[in-house]
């Protein structure tokens, strides 16, 4: 039998949707982190975040000039944690890392009570910018222009600048191999998504609470723009939110010195993580990801399960790419919801922190329902992965701590990588592609990610100015992935061509 010390069990949970009438006096970050825990520590009712012995912080973008935020927030709330620490970077699999951490430190006795938190406040930003400058400064995606303010590089240069014009190379892709057409990959997106505004529809902590058909997500429309061919407005990450979660971890023997009642209790099962590499034209394939199918797949083996014995499961959605990776390698039918938050569209897309919204949901959910809960978490442009089981009850395969890295074992699963050829002219053949459109839904550029005829990868441009070439990517009535054709250089440019 395990010791109750060494069991990780979640307390308490918390999340906070901020929007004032004008924007401009919303919360900033440590606000909504502090507001969030505070709700967490209620729900695990009361005298907690003064004895903390842990304190981990998702790092946000929205307010970078406030830098690191641990002893901020530590005074905010009135704690004084012996570890204190805000993650690296902002990447979407942080929370569970965070949680998987925690879980760690409490099955090897070093701590017993810790927090995990994170808070994006981009629209209050973004009307502050605005009122600074008195213009519109506030851009659909802060990433994209973030990226934009660098100096190009070859991806750059090609339109590859952030998370939204990347994705479509995988969704692309993968529509190709799963044998789909145009329209059977998008009536998979649709299915998806609605399902995803109905769970938002129905949970107090989503940010958009409005269950659409699955036609009205899809159709292009002035409310519904077109973004990086095939994805729409509604069917990409909102980040214009400002939203926190938090959530309290703790031993098993504390919840029951603390007279908590073991309804309310969820235990963390272990995890696996594994990344692919960060520069997204040094990946094997775009079809899958075996840094995701690994983490998946070693989650439900370290604790003892299938995809079948979970009820639950919240599957990273900031692009329809990666729910559709994650559901095929886990076994997860189309027909059950992938979401128990509301997925990153509707229930709200803070940047790093979405996950603590999940673990907030599926606490939650798990309480009422009970059973056993999957959470997937991606970050970067499909670049980390890490996975964790929570359950109603003990997991028996769960001991901690454990080590969750799997890296390796996913990098022995990689094919070999392409070699890069930045400068081809010649026959190839489209391993991926997307054509870009600007604010008004018009197409501006696009770009195939190509393959030579020695198997090197290289990028180059759509005359979307073409008729012809435009319906040949964008109409349906062919799939181009997998066609072959010639890379032609004129006036210094790169571009596809059937011929």
């Given at each position: 039998m395990q010791d109750p010390e060494r069991i990780s069990v979640i307390i308490g949970v918390g999340q906070i949707n901020d929007r004032p009438e004008d924007p401009e006096l919303g919360l900033d970050p440590p606000g909504l982190m502090a507001a969030a825990l505070r709700l967490a520590e209620q729900d695990a009712g009361g005298d907690v975040l003064a004895r903390l012995d842990s304190l981990a912080i998702v790092d946000q973008i929205s307010f970078r000039e406030l830098g690191n935020l641990c002893d901020t927030l530590a005074r905010a709330i009135g704690a004084n944690p012996r570890i204190n620490y805000q993650s690296e970077a902002p990447h979407g699999d942080t929370p569970i890392r965070l949680l998987n951490e925690a879980a760690n430190r409490i099955g090897s006795g070093e701590v017993t009570l810790a927090a995990v938190v994170g808070g994006e406040a981009l629209r209050t930003a973004a009307a502050r910018a605005a009122a600074r400058t008195r213009t519109d400064s506030a851009s659909?995606?802060?990433?994209?222009?973030?990226?934009?303010?660098?100096?190009?590089?070859?991806?750059?240069?090609?339109?590859?600048?952030?998370?939204v014009d990347v994705y479509p190379i995988y969704e692309n892709a993968g529509r190709a191999a799963y044998g789909q057409t145009l329209a059977e990959g998008q009536a998979e997106t649709g299915a998806i998504w609605a399902q995803f505004s109905e769970v938002a529809a129905s949970n107090e902590g989503a940010w958009i609470r409005k269950a659409m058909p699955a036609e009205e997500i899809l159709t292009p429309g002035p409310k519904n723009r077109p973004l990086a061919f095939p994805y729409t407005k509604l069917t990409v990450a909102n980040s214009s939110v400002n939203q926190g979660a938090g959530f309290?971890?703790?031993?098993?023997?504390?919840?029951?010195?603390?007279?908590?009642?073991?309804?309310?209790?969820?235990?963390?099962?272990?995890?696996?993580?594994?990344?692919?590499?960060?520069?997204?034209?040094?990946?094997?394939?775009?079809?899958?990801?075996?840094?995701?199918?690994?983490?998946?797949?070693?989650?439900l083996e370290l604790n003892g399960m299938t995809g079948a014995d979970l009820d639950l499961v919240e599957l990273y959605s900031c692009f329809p790419c990666v729910p559709k990776m994650a559901r095929r390698t886990l076994g997860w039918p189309l027909e059950r919801p992938a979401s128990v938050f509301g997925g990153l569209t509707f229930g709200g897309g803070p940047i790093a922190n979405y996950m603590s919204h999940?673990?907030?949901?599926?606490?939650?959910?798990?309480?009422?329902?009970?059973?056993?809960?999957?959470?997937?978490?991606?970050?970067?442009?499909a670049t980390d992965n890490h996975c964790i089981v929570i359950a109603s009850r003990p997991i028996a395969a769960a001991s901690f701590p454990q080590n969750f890295d799997y890296q390796a074992e996913a990098d022995a699963a990689c094919e070999p990588v392409p070699i890069l050829n930045k400068d081809y002219v010649g026959p190839a053949a489209i391993e991926s592609y997307t054509v870009f459109h600007d604010r008004e839904g018009q197409p501006v550029s696009g770009v195939v990610v190509a393959r030579t005829a020695s198997g090197e990868r290289t990028l180059c441009q759509i005359d979307v100015q073409d008729p012809e070439m435009l319906a040949f990517f964008v109409s349906g009535q062919i799939e181009p992935v997998g066609k072959r054709g010639h890379i032609l250089l004129e006036d210094g440019a790169r571009s596809w061509t059937n011929a």
């Open positions: 659909h995606n802060a990433l994209r222009a973030a990226a934009r303010r660098r100096e190009p590089g070859y991806l750059q240069l090609h339109g590859l600048s952030a998370p309290i971890v703790t031993s098993l023997a504390e919840a029951r010195r603390r007279g908590m009642a073991e309804e309310r209790l969820i235990y963390v099962g272990m995890g696996a993580a594994a990344k692919e590499d960060p520069n997204i034209l040094r990946r094997d394939r775009y079809d899958r990801s075996v840094s995701m199918d690994t983490a998946i797949r070693r989650t999940a673990v907030v949901s599926m606490v939650q959910r798990l309480r009422e329902e009970r059973g056993n809960g999957f959470l997937f978490a991606n970050g970067g442009y």
